[in-house]
């Protein structure tokens, strides 16, 4: 599994903005106003001009951006290495010979080898596309970072993607998040989309959602499927990274085009702005970066209690905080099962697992 060894404030996750040309079902990027020109080469200065050692640029579409070869320039003028994260629909090859002056990995969606379900995850006929950016950058020898959502929709078909396709590339890591369906329902971007229409393809990528099916002990649900499939493939590939974003405190902070500073949560649905890199300054927001880091989450008991509620049977062993009804519910021939789920998620939320 990659790790990332920058100390807190160094990488830099900045999302240039939350304009993009598709409607993938999984995404949950947030409005925010301001995002000029101006204000993001003010940005990249004020980042280029510190203690960072590392930026990562999402969006939204970055590549949409007026005048981000403007931006790029000032991280490559500054030995400072950038990873762009797009999802391929502006990358010509002449774009992509552009664009290797300035960055060093190429991070891209591919979630399926099933042109249908790509559809359905991302956008029609993005499978193709992205397949040719890809040929593309390995042939000008790009560091290419993949990424793939886990839903209902494809996460029985990740160890053929992997054998059928990724491991045939020259690529840095493959991460695979978490399908994150309350993150993702509270995104107000629906593209071309009402929103029945949206929650309709969200839900088709959780199918099971719904009641909790406490006699298999929630082993049918789709965080099982995700913890058991790392499992499955955890000695296929050293750079596969299985992500839960709410679980996992990375060391790097979210920056958007407005130059609000955010910080997760474990239990959080929504980022927690700190700051405002405009106006606090660097220094000043990474203080309070340090200090949100070192107190711990922040948080009102009723987003704690939801969130830990809605945490499988199986994910509360650990701490304990179920009642005797829960487990009872629970059918004899599911007892095994749940116990190895309670295993493999103490394991990857605590380091060590104590379910006997």
């Known amino acids: 599994m990659l790790t990332m060894d920058y100390a807190l404030g160094e990488h830099a996750h900045w999302f240039l903005t939350d304009?993009?040309?598709?409607?993938?079902?999984?995404?949950?990027?947030?409005?925010?106003?301001?995002?000029?020109?101006?204000?993001?080469?003010?940005?990249?200065?004020?980042?280029?001009?510190?203690?960072?050692?590392?930026?990562?640029i999402g969006g939204g579409e970055p590549t949409l951006v007026k005048g981000l070869d403007d931006i790029l320039h000032i991280f490559k003028k500054a030995g400072i290495p950038v990873d762009l994260h797009t999802n391929g629909s502006t990358l010509s090859h002449k774009r992509l010979e552009q664009l290797k002056r300035s960055i060093d990995?190429?991070?891209?969606?591919?979630?399926?080898?099933?042109?249908?379900?790509?559809?359905?995850?991302?956008?029609s006929g993005h499978l193709k596309q992205i397949k040719q950016v890809i040929e593309n950058a390995q042939e000008l020898g790009y560091n290419l970072e993949y990424h793939a959502v886990a839903t209902y929709l494809n996460i029985n078909g990740l160890p053929k993607l992997y054998s059928d396709f990724i491991k045939k590339t020259n690529f840095k890591c493959w991460n695979i998040y978490e399908f994150n369906f309350d993150l993702a329902r509270q995104s107000t971007f629906y593209?071309?989309?009402?929103?029945?229409?949206?929650?309709?393809?969200?839900?088709?990528?959780?199918?099971?959602?719904g009641p909790i099916n406490f006699e298999k002990?929630?082993?049918?649900?789709?965080?099982?499927?995700?913890?058991?499939?790392?499992?499955?493939?955890?000695?296929?590939?050293?750079?596969?990274?299985?992500?839960?974003?709410?679980?996992?405190?990375?060391?790097?902070?979210?920056?958007?085009?407005?130059?609000?500073?955010?910080?997760?949560?474990?239990?959080?649905?929504?980022?927690?702005?700190?700051?405002?890199?405009?106006?606090?300054?660097?220094?000043?927001?990474?203080?309070?970066?340090?200090?949100?880091?070192?107190?711990?989450?922040?948080?009102?008991?009723?987003?704690?209690?939801?969130?830990t509620n809605d945490l499988p049977?199986?994910?509360?062993?650990?701490?304990?905080?179920?009642?005797?009804?829960?487990?009872?519910?629970?059918?004899?021939?599911y007892h095994k099962q749940v116990r190895h789920l309670a295993r493999l998620w103490e394991v990857k939320r605590y380091g060590e697992a104590m379910t006997v």
Request: hydrophobic share 35%.
């Open 19 to 56: 304009k993009c040309d598709k409607s993938c079902a999984p995404c949950f990027r947030e409005f925010f106003h301001g995002g000029s020109t101006e204000n993001l080469v003010k940005i990249a200065e004020i980042l280029a001009a510190n203690n960072v050692k590392r930026v990562t």
């Open 105 to 123: 990995t190429l991070g891209l969606p591919i979630d399926s080898l099933d042109d249908k379900i790509q559809t359905k995850i991302r956008a």
């Open 217 to 307: 002990g929630c082993s049918d649900g789709l965080f099982a499927k995700f913890l058991l499939t790392e499992e499955n493939m955890k000695n296929y590939d050293d750079r596969i990274n299985f992500v839960m974003l709410p679980f996992s405190r990375a060391p790097y902070f979210f920056i958007n085009g407005s130059g609000d500073v955010e910080f997760y949560t474990w239990f959080s649905q929504k980022r927690k702005k700190i700051g405002n890199l405009l106006t606090d300054g660097f220094k000043e927001t990474v203080k309070k970066l340090r200090r949100a880091d070192k107190q711990g989450p922040v948080f009102d008991e009723s987003d704690f209690i939801e969130a």
């Open 191 to 209: 593209g071309k989309y009402s929103e029945k229409e949206k929650v309709k393809r969200l839900q088709e990528l959780d199918e099971l959602r």
């Open 313 to 333: 049977i199986f994910a509360r062993l650990y701490e304990g905080n179920y009642c005797d009804e829960d487990i009872s519910m629970v059918k004899p021939e």
